[in-house]
């Protein structure tokens, strides 16, 4: 473990606020004429570093600083640079947020692996899950897919990932289609909870191949 000086760890924050205020296309830069430790903007740095090490989310803050300047852009701070960290109470804006989103993705793929579970459990040995799922009991019905998702017994983000499932959505008429979210949302879905690797690592071990990774 390396251990940083404190003119270092403030270095490091600010880099990382500088790197993601380019992709808003803002710039924020430390005078190289003068001491730097003598400005405004040091202090907004130093007292934010005080702020995270006393709750020790060093580790965390990349994904801090994302928050803090998607929370500035949405409110129109971004012009206010270095000082969107010294912003009152900012910080526990962002942490709520961020604690509410791992919250949200934990009950989504929690819902995905019970899903898998259930199809699994109706699976007959031998079968593959996407004859299951496009299945109608008879031949009035809805497929076992329509079916067990409108009776939440399988989840939209499990059909959202899954291969299986994406096959049989392939075999439904357009009016039992209309019964699901729209591709698009399915696919915005996707790419958010793939986007997560370590969503995307739990998963792999629930659904192995089954897993849709693009």
């Known amino acids: ?7 270092e760890q403030i270095i490091k924050i600010y880099t990382l606020l500088r790197s993601v205020l380019r992709r808003y ?5 430390l005078p190289t004429s003068t001491d730097p430790t003598k ?7 130093e007292r934010f570093m005080q702020k995270i090490e006393k709750l020790k989310l060093e580790d965390s803050l990349p994904i801090i600083i994302e928050a803090i300047v998607e929370y500035a852009h949405k409110r129109g701070l971004l012009h206010r640079g270095i000082a969107i960290l010294d912003q009152k ?19 989504i ?5 019970d899903s898998e579970m259930f199809v699994r459990k109706q699976l007959p040995e031998g079968s593959k899950a996407h004859f299951l799922l496009a299945q109608r ?24 990932v899954s291969r299986e499932c994406k096959k049989a959505l392939g075999t439904l008429s ?3 289609l209309g019964l699901f979210p729209q591709p698009v949302d399915l ?27 693009d």
């Open 89 to 107: 109470n900012i910080l526990d804006i962002v942490l709520v947020k961020l604690e509410r989103e791992d919250k949200e993705e934990e009950d």
């Open 174 to 176: 357009y009016d039992e």
């Open 187 to 213: 696919l915005r879905m996707r790419l958010q909870l793939i986007s997560n690797r370590g969503i995307v690592e739990r998963l792999k071990t629930t659904l192995g191949s089954d897993l849709v990774e």
């Open 39 to 45: 400005t405004y903007s040091w202090r907004y740095l």
């Open 1 to 7: 473990m390396v251990i940083m000086s404190r003119e």
């Open 109 to 113: 793929t929690k819902a995905i692996e």
């Open 137 to 160: 009991p008879n031949r009035t019905a809805y497929s076992n897919i329509t079916r067990w998702y409108k009776a939440n017994q399988i989840s939209i983000g499990y059909i959202a």
């Open 25 to 29: 296309r803002r710039v924020i830069s």
